[in-house]
């Protein structure tokens, strides 16, 4: 095994991709001192070339460390590997079927040990810590390359601190705080954390992670592996998704290194997607520019690609011109509906980023781009499991059924399930305006669900659609399989013993919220009072009063969560509500509503009703 190569015949050297000065790596490891740009790595071909044995390159399976020759690193006793890379490429027969291509195919990177693409920069990037002698790393990230750097500094034994903006995906936090990392949230973006972690890690002496050389120089496995993947041939067509610009940039640095070496000889096009709400890259690129346009606050869905300074913007705008490639932008509901897609036809579940080059394939699809017969590359970056609340924006959540074969029964008869197959692309679309008459709803759930309820059912659910209109919201789509779901699910409450019929909540700013409540019990009629500290509260607490009275059943509510749903047009409040009983029976229940006390009291009834039922039977 090789070992450490001496500083006279240094294989490469690190210099500035914008003003071409050579920088030692004793002065940066990230950007050029002179200018700011970004710093690229130069190698000597000739030496590689006598570094390696092609045989053994040809036979020997792909994976992240098998191309360890051709990164920067003088010190192969330090590497630090969680065997990265050696992802499948699939070809996609559903979706090529759909789209008519012969040769679509789909590099898989959320099969990563962390589950996306960053684990084979940090590969390259925390051996590199190590052998600079890094006391401590630091980063920022939009919370993929945290969890990565964070798993591979915990075992090499370096602290890591991370700056992340406030509302990362809780996947990604819950594996970084995992692998013991410091995380810090920043009331901020992703370039505010940016610049943060530069000052600090100057300031502390920190090894700063990142969109750097190192990390670009270790992505361009990527690139390696498609060309070995496809027996060693060069796709057409590259689609990858764009943050910083670093992978795809390394991506096209791959392919060019094997032209380089005369594995291939030809060079793909490269096609970069990014989302509407940050299009830093694609933008430029549609104006035939090589400089990258700042998004000041980017707004998108795609959180791994929120990046509004992107570090590598002119690096892979270079070669996206030298490739003869173009950018594409997307909206986040077509992310969205190809991570569906995506996930239905090939198997494959990807967190929003992740599903851009699918959303994109499909809009050039669209517009007669590709050949049947050309070869397409789609980048998977990530893993769904990552951000899963994502998907959830789009999917109404499962029905809950008492444990017998009755509830099943009457699963498959209604054909819940139809409600929730509806397709996503509509779910957006505005139904009704004003409130509908009977049959129109009937038609309406016929139509898009091919459900036949009863008039009886039909009823509540105007009932729910009047509530919605006339807090002056449109009733989209997706409203719509909420309330129909909310009102089919319920009918699987025996008894309703509980009614609440009637409601006020007092909110003040100085005193207690006060809450009174009318409602039926088995029939007679009861009301009740109460003051809390908020107006949740305080519904809350009359309610349980209610029942409290009551020779019903011992109801304690464990938990409860409330979150705003913007699947629709406007936001509505979906409560979610735990109640147990003496017997320790459980039910987990939820209703959703444009006002949060109206939700609250459904989720109650519904709640306690169905725990009756339960504690009863
Ligand atoms: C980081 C990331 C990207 C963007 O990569 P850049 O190198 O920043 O362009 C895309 N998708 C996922 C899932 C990511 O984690
Ligand atoms: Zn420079």
């Given at each position: 095994?090789?070992?450490?190569?001496?500083?006279?015949?240094?294989?490469?050297?690190?210099?500035?991709?914008?003003?071409?000065?050579?920088?030692?790596?004793?002065?940066?490891?990230?950007?050029?001192?002179?200018?700011?740009?970004?710093?690229?790595?130069?190698?000597?071909?000739?030496?590689?070339?006598?570094?390696?044995?092609?045989?053994?390159?040809?036979?020997?399976?792909?994976?992240?460390?098998?191309?360890?020759?051709?990164?920067?690193?003088?010190?192969?006793?330090?590497?630090?590997?969680?065997?990265?890379?050696?992802?499948?490429?699939?070809?996609?027969?559903?979706?090529?079927?759909?789209?008519?291509?012969?040769?679509?195919?789909?590099?898989?990177?959320?099969?990563?040990?962390?589950?996306?693409?960053?684990?084979?920069?940090?590969?390259?990037?925390?051996?590199?810590?190590?052998?600079?002698?890094?006391?401590?790393?630091?980063?920022?990230?939009?919370?993929?390359?945290?969890?990565?750097?964070?798993?591979?500094?915990?075992?090499?034994?370096?602290?890591?601190?991370?700056?992340?903006?406030?509302?990362?995906?809780?996947?990604?936090?819950?594996?970084?705080?995992?692998?013991?990392?410091?995380?810090?949230?920043?009331?901020?973006?992703?370039?505010?954390?940016?610049?943060?972690?530069?000052?600090?890690?100057?300031?502390?002496?920190?090894?700063?992670?990142?969109?750097?050389?190192?990390?670009?120089?270790?992505?361009?496995?990527?690139?390696?592996?498609?060309?070995?993947?496809?027996?060693?041939?060069?796709?057409?067509?590259?689609?990858?998704?764009?943050?910083?610009?670093?992978?795809?940039?390394?991506?096209?640095?791959?392919?060019?290194?094997?032209?380089?070496?005369?594995?291939?000889?030809?060079?793909?096009?490269?096609?970069?997607?990014?989302?509407?709400?940050?299009?830093?890259?694609?933008?430029?690129?549609?104006?035939?520019?090589?400089?990258?346009?700042?998004?000041?606050?980017?707004?998108?869905?795609?959180?791994?690609?929120?990046?509004?300074?992107?570090?590598?913007?002119?690096?892979?705008?270079?070669?996206?011109?030298?490739?003869?490639?173009?950018?594409?932008?997307?909206?986040?509901?077509?992310?969205?509906?190809?991570?569906?897609?995506?996930?239905?036809?090939?198997?494959?579940?990807?967190?929003?980023?992740?599903?851009?080059?699918?959303?994109?394939?499909?809009?050039?699809?669209?517009?007669?781009?590709?050949?049947?017969?050309?070869?397409?590359?789609?980048?998977?970056?990530?893993?769904?499991?990552?951000?899963?609340?994502?998907?959830?924006?789009?999917?109404?959540?499962?029905?809950?059924?008492?444990?017998?074969?009755?509830?099943?029964?009457?699963?498959?008869?209604?054909?819940?399930?139809?409600?929730?197959?509806?397709?996503?692309?509509?779910?957006?679309?505005?139904?009704?305006?004003?409130?509908?008459?009977?049959?129109?709803?009937?038609?309406?759930?016929?139509?898009?669900?091919?459900?036949?309820?009863?008039?009886?059912?039909?009823?509540?659910?105007?009932r729910?659609?009047?509530e919605?209109?006339?807090?002056?919201?449109?009733?989209?789509?997706?409203?719509?399989?909420?309330?129909?779901?909310?009102?089919?699910?319920?009918?699987?409450?025996?008894?309703k013993i509980l009614e609440i019929t009637d409601f006020k909540v007092a909110v003040s700013?100085?005193?207690p919220n006060r809450a009174e409540v009318e409602a039926s019990y088995d029939g007679k009629i009861l009301s009740s009072k109460a003051a809390g500290v908020g107006a949740f509260d305080a519904i809350m607490k009359a309610m349980q009063k209610i029942i409290r009275g009551q020779k019903g059943i011992?109801v304690?509510l464990?938990?409860f969560?409330?979150?705003?749903?913007?699947?629709?047009?406007?936001?509505?409040?979906?409560v979610?509500i735990?109640f147990?009983?003496?017997?320790?029976?459980?039910?987990?229940v939820?209703a959703?509503s444009?006002d949060l006390i109206v939700a609250s009291v459904n989720a109650f009834e519904k709640g306690y009703n169905?725990l009756w039922?339960?504690?009863?039977?």
């Open positions: 095994m090789p070992s450490k190569t001496s500083k006279t015949d240094a294989l490469y050297h690190l210099e500035c991709f914008d003003c071409k000065r050579v920088t030692k790596e004793s002065e940066s490891v990230t950007s050029c001192t002179k200018c700011g740009g970004p710093l690229v790595a130069k190698y000597d071909f000739a030496k590689i070339k006598s570094r390696i044995n092609l045989y053994d390159i040809e036979h020997t399976p792909i994976t992240g460390v098998k191309y360890l020759n051709f990164y920067p690193i003088n010190d192969f006793e330090k590497v630090i590997s969680l065997r990265e890379g050696g992802t499948p490429l699939i070809r996609a027969r559903n979706l090529g079927k759909k789209y008519k291509l012969n040769k679509l195919y789909l590099k898989n990177e959320g099969a990563n040990p962390t589950g996306v693409f960053k684990d084979r920069g940090t590969l390259v990037e925390v051996t590199k810590a190590v052998e600079l002698g890094a006391k401590a790393i630091c980063l920022a990230s939009t919370g993929n390359m945290a969890a990565s750097v964070a798993a591979y500094s915990s075992i090499a034994g370096i602290p890591c601190y991370v700056l992340v903006p406030e509302g990362t995906p809780i996947g990604k936090l819950a594996q970084t705080l995992s692998y013991h990392a410091r995380i810090i949230q920043v009331r901020g973006t992703y370039s505010d954390c940016a610049k943060l972690a530069e000052v600090m890690a100057k300031k502390h002496g920190f090894y700063l992670a990142g969109d750097y050389v190192f990390r670009r120089e270790g992505q361009k496995s990527q690139g390696y592996e498609i060309v070995e993947q496809l027996f060693w041939k060069s796709p057409d067509y590259v689609v990858v998704p764009v943050g910083c610009g670093t992978n795809s940039a390394a991506i096209w640095q791959g392919f060019v290194d094997f032209k380089e070496l005369g594995l291939i000889n030809k060079l793909p096009k490269m096609i970069v997607v990014q989302p509407e709400g940050c299009n830093t890259v694609v933008d430029a690129a549609k104006h035939k520019k090589l400089k990258y346009k700042i998004v000041d606050k980017p707004i998108s869905i795609c959180s791994a690609v929120a990046a509004g300074t992107p570090l590598d913007g002119h690096i892979i705008l270079k070669a996206v011109k030298d490739s003869g490639g173009f950018g594409v932008e997307v909206t986040d509901t077509e992310a969205l509906i190809a991570q569906q897609s995506m996930a239905k036809n090939e198997g494959i579940f990807a967190e929003p980023s992740g599903a851009l080059p699918m959303a994109a394939i499909k809009k050039l699809h669209e517009k007669k781009f590709f050949k049947p017969d050309d070869v397409i590359i789609a980048v998977i970056t990530g893993n769904g499991l990552k951000d899963p609340v994502s998907a959830t924006k789009i999917l109404p959540s499962p029905p809950s059924i008492e444990p017998n074969i009755e509830e099943i029964d009457s699963y498959l008869k209604n054909k819940i399930y139809n409600i929730r197959g509806a397709s996503a692309d509509a779910a957006k679309k505005s139904l009704f305006k004003s409130k509908p008459t009977i049959n129109k709803i009937k038609r309406v759930i016929e139509k898009d669900f091919d459900l036949k309820l009863n008039t009886k059912v039909v009823q509540k659910i105007q729910e659609l009047e919605f209109i006339s807090k002056g919201k449109n009733v989209t789509r997706y409203d719509f399989q909420n309330i129909v779901e909310d009102v089919v699910n319920a009918f699987t409450v025996k008894k700013k100085k005193e011992k304690t464990q938990d969560n409330v979150e705003i749903d913007e699947g629709g047009t406007d936001a509505v409040v979906k979610t735990v147990t009983d003496e017997k320790s029976n459980k039910v987990v939820s959703t444009p169905l039922w339960k504690n009863k039977s």
